[in-house]
């Protein structure tokens, strides 16, 4: 994990944190979700495997949703600008570049699964998946409404339904058929993207 990935879950002035540690107790974190689900996860039990104090951890993050909701935030880049290589298929391709590197290059691909099934079941889960989903869907929306600007799209597209063209069969080859998210499929995500909408 990058330094940068760890912005999300840094706090105000004080004793210099540990990135290490940091690094630590998310992935830690997405493990112990992945393996038992939330509601028997335990700060206690991530403690554990991350090999930290319960003090450490406790300073960092006051509960589990706190930190659960953290782990999700740094490895799905919320608050990541809206990619602008100069042209539509450029950054429709990096959008989709970015999702299956989310999914398969980061902890978040072993803890989605359970992370779908969770939040139907944790409301307060629900909604700050909700937010983090939004805070996606707004940066690929950026990427849609520019392409509509440039005439690359049609004017009267419905946004929502593109941003879904982008996303969905990353998810429905991951969650449900585990068919490869190869470079042949992430370009014919693009491909039928552009001729759909153009």
Do not use: W
């Not at 689900?37 to 039990?45: I, K, P, S």
């Not at 392409?147 to 419905?158: G, N």
Request: hydrophobic share 45%; charged share 25%; with cysteine.
């Amino acid at each position: 994990m990058t330094e940068t990935h760890l912005v999300e879950i840094r706090r105000g002035p004080g004793r210099p944190r540990s990135l290490e540690a940091d690094e630590a107790i998310l992935e830690a974190t997405v493990d112990v979700f992945a393996e038992v689900g939330f509601e028997a996860l335990t700060m206690e039990g991530v403690a554990a495997r991350a090999g930290v104090g319960k003090n450490t951890l406790y300073r960092r993050f006051p509960n589990k949703l706190d930190l659960v909701v953290s782990a999700v935030r740094c490895y799905t880049n919320v608050g990541a600008a809206a990619p602008d290589t100069g042209t539509t298929r450029g950054d429709v391709q990096a959008v989709v570049d970015d999702l299956v590197a989310i999914v398969t290059d980061t902890p978040m691909g072993r803890m989605l699964p359970m992370l779908v099934a969770t939040r139907t079941r944790v409301p307060e889960l629900d909604v700050a998946y909700s937010e983090i989903v939004a805070d996606k869907r707004a940066r690929s929306a950026v990427v849609v409404r520019r392409a509509v600007e440039r005439r690359d799209f049609r004017a009267d597209v419905d946004v929502e339904a593109v941003v879904d063209a982008f996303v969905s069969p990353v998810f429905y080859r991951m969650l449900v058929t585990n068919a490869p998210l190869d470079a042949a499929f992430r370009a014919g995500i693009v491909d039928t993207v552009m001729r759909a909408f153009s």
